[in-house]
């Protein structure tokens, strides 16, 4: 190859040139031309031993060097995948793919030595074991662990596999994606000032049927006592569905996407007013909130004037914004509910949520992929406490335990019990400023991992037998800082076809990020209808 002219060198073969013919499947080119060589002692035309030439005898040994430099290289590599190499790393000269007059194209020990193929990750102990894409194998965390894997992976490397599973190395931290620490407003929009309406009939058994919707007109018919259904609950969601039976003051009810943070806690009872808090967990079971598009089944029975017991179980999906999959998600819960007396209610609640390919919401997948099961158990506290007919202090606490099952093909060696916890203290008042209204002042954390670890197998290499050399990478699930939503609301009914509602949020290390900049939030609605 004339790499002065780029052109096949033209001399020898009577001048023909040094086309690839009928070789070409074997034909491959190298510079040829004017290239520094020793020479014969005896040629008149140098004055040293040194001197340039050109020929076949120029370009041979380039072809000849670059199987050797690859050969050193990528040890394990029999010749024919060398000599295979070159071909498929040449630059394609002339008419595309192998032709008659530059065979498979010009030499480029560059390219050579990048990957060639698809680049996998291997999971196991072989260059044989399983292969994931780049492109698929993803960590992708939830809010509660914030800025957590990504940090703790960034930095550290790990091998990865071209089609002649030869090792290359890459960032690891590239494949754990931190949560979206952007507050979502239009989750917020879609919820603030929006109080859910349940039609509702009930039947002379002692059985209601509700159906609730976002806005409309709420209708009520006789049956069921008010006592009866602020135990039970208030069904909310979009386009949701219930059937409940009462029997003296128990009720037990069947439903369709009622959310289940509803039926449980200071939410199950008008005690905070859901609608009118932008924190979207603030005061409710945060677990339960993985649980969308449930089916389920709830009641509340009372023990005893003072005592009471909720309890249901909900089986759905959860919903991936960004994709719109969804994986299959079960809750079971229970209330116990003391009031000793008529201005206080204490609750404790314990509850178990089944995950399918998640844990605490995050996803994994590819070479990361963590078992189809994951089990977290929680517990909760709750108090309310009327100071008056206008004012009460409300307080929640969480914490939960997860344990994620692992995959047998999988990167993620180990994962220690995730330990996960959620806050909110808050303020009501009714009534203050005109009738009906509502003011609340809150602060919250929503939920964050407290502690956990995650252990990764990550390959470094391969030996001559094809053998993965591998190093154990360990990595905190805990993310950076730790988020605090402050935020303020007030609701004020205007007239039977009118509303007023307004809140304001600051969110400080948004994300539970340190050194996140912090976030205000601001919601004005007005509603009427006509």
């Known amino acids: ?30 510079p040829g031309y004017i290239i520094g060589s020793t020479v014969d002692q005896d040629d008149v035309r140098y004055a040293s031993d040194y001197g340039a030439e050109s020929g076949t005898s120029m370009a041979a040994p ?54 060639v193929g698809t680049t996998a990750l291997v999971a196991g102990s072989t260059v044989d074991g399983a292969k994931f894409t780049l492109e698929s194998s993803k960590i992708s965390l939830s809010s509660a662990f914030g800025d957590a894997l990504s940090t703790g992976l960034d930095g550290k490397t790990l091998a990865v596999f071209d089609s002649y ?56 018919a006789g049956g069921v006592s008010e006592d009866a259904r602020a135990q039970f609950g208030r069904d909310t969601g979009f386009n949701s569905f219930s059937l409940t039976q009462s029997f003296g003051g128990s009720a037990f009810s069947a439903s369709y996407n009622v959310d289940p943070r509803t039926q449980l806690g200071l939410w199950s009872e008008d005690l905070v007013g859901e609608d009118t808090i932008i924190a979207e967990d603030a005061f409710a079971s945060p677990y339960l909130a993985f649980v969308e598009k449930s089916w389920g089944t709830s009641a509340s029975v009372p023990l005893s004037p003072t005592t009471s017991l909720n309890f249901g179980a909900f089986t759905g999906e959860q919903v991936d914004d960004a994709t719109g999959e969804d994986s299959r998600t079960s809750a079971a819960m229970a209330e116990f509910v003391y009031r000793p007396q008529t201005n206080l209610r204490l609750g404790v609640e314990f509850g178990g949520m089944g995950e ?46 997860t344990r994620a099952a692992l995959s047998e093909d999988s990167l ?13 203290l808050g303020f009501v008042g009714k009534q203050l400023f005109a009738k009906n209204d509502r003011v609340t002042i809150g602060v919250s954390q929503p939920l964050r991992v407290a502690s956990g670890t995650a252990t990764l197998d990550t390959p470094t290499g ?59 939030v601001g919601i004005l609605r007005y509603k009427a209808k006509f």
Request: glycine share 12%.
């Open 165 to 220: 599973d030869r090792a290359f190395t890459v960032d690891l931290g590239q494949f754990a994606e931190a949560a979206k620490a952007k507050f979502d407003m239009d989750a917020a929009l879609d919820r603030f000032g929006q109080p859910d309406t349940k039609t509702q009939f009930d039947l002379p058994t002692g059985t209601s049927v509700a159906v609730t919707t976002s806005g409309g007109i709420q209708v009520e």
């Open 1 to 30: 190859w004339d790499d002065i002219n780029d052109r096949v060198c033209q001399f020898g073969g009577g001048g023909s040139g040094n086309n690839a013919g009928v070789a070409k499947n074997n034909f491959i080119m190298a």
């Open 356 to 401: 399918r390919g998640r844990f605490l919401g995050a996803e994994t997948s590819g070479a990361f992929s963590t078992g189809e099961e994951t089990w977290t158990g929680y517990v909760g506290a709750s108090v309310s406490y009327a100071l008056s007919t206008q004012f009460s202090v409300l307080a929640s606490a969480y914490q939960g335990f």
């Open 462 to 520: 391969r030996d001559l037998a094809g053998n993965i050399i591998s190093q154990s990478v360990s990595a905190g699930l805990t993310p950076t800082g730790r988020e605090i939503d402050l935020e303020a609301s007030y609701a004020l009914p205007l007239g039977p076809s009118e509303s007023l509602t307004t809140g304001a949020m600051l969110r400080m290390q948004p994300g539970h990020t340190t050194g996140a900049e912090a976030e205000g």
């Open 412 to 424: 993620i060696s180990d994962m220690s019990t995730i330990r996960s916890e959620s806050f909110s």
């Open 62 to 115: 380039h072809v000849a060097g670059g199987v050797a430099l690859l050969s050193q290289l990528y040890p394990y590599l029999e010749p024919e995948e060398i000599v295979q190499l070159l071909f498929d790393t040449a630059v394609d000269l002339g008419d595309a793919g192998v032709d008659e007059n530059y065979g498979n194209g010009l030499m480029d020990l560059d390219a050579a030595q990048l990957p």
